[in-house]
């Protein structure tokens, strides 16, 4: 039921916000140098990789220059890429993983194959029974404020216990986070 879920959502969604995303790809090729999409490799459900796609926000080339994940006042993030991170609008492109089985709207946000050194072998093996979100309860909670063991512990809690309704609360305080919240991811 939740895959179902999930693709009726993504779909719907890509249909309703097709003059967003147009709009956001025309911005970001016209402003900075590089292609539309950043597209990533990702370790999915059952420890698979797959490649993410997000709107670039940052320059091109952004991911060999630095580290796997961002600080504030981060150079390598163009003008228009903060508002996109503060807007999460980087992160539509990712209804398009959904659609492809890769993720699922909610779940714990997927990791980078660097990122397996973080875990231990339960650790890594709970986390990844499920697929990865799009938003997840460490993105519904704390945003980007989360540390990592913070984040770490709000997967696994996700992760021992998914469920549908579960899911669409932790969408309806997504909402909530992006629309009075709002901060980088």
Do not use: C
């Not at 875990?119 to 460490?138: C, F, K, M, N, Q």
Request: glycine fraction near 8%; charge should be positive.
């Amino acid at each position: 039921m939740k895959r179902v879920f999930d693709v009726v959502v993504a779909l719907i969604a890509l249909i309703a916000l097709s003059p967003l995303l147009i709009l956001t790809a025309l911005v970001v090729v016209s402003t900075s140098r590089g292609g539309v999409f950043f597209r990533q490799d990702r370790v999915g459900r059952g420890g698979a990789t797959f490649r993410i796609f997000k709107f670039r926000s940052m320059v091109a080339g952004a991911d060999r220059v630095g580290p796997y994940s961002t600080a504030p006042g981060d150079a390598r993030i163009t003008r228009v890429g903060h508002v996109l991170r503060r807007t999460s609008i980087d992160e539509l492109p990712q209804l398009l993983n959904v659609i492809m089985g890769h993720m699922s709207l909610v779940g714990p946000r997927p990791d980078v194959p660097a990122q397996r050194e973080l875990y231990s072998e339960d650790e890594w093996r709970s986390r990844h029974a499920v697929r990865p979100g799009i938003t997840g309860l460490a993105q519904a909670t704390l945003r980007s404020a989360a540390t990592m063991e913070q984040r770490k512990a709000l997967d696994l809690d996700y992760a021992s216990r998914p469920s549908l309704w579960f899911d669409l609360r932790i969408m309806a305080m997504t909402i909530k986070q992006v629309l009075f919240k709002g901060g980088n991811h």
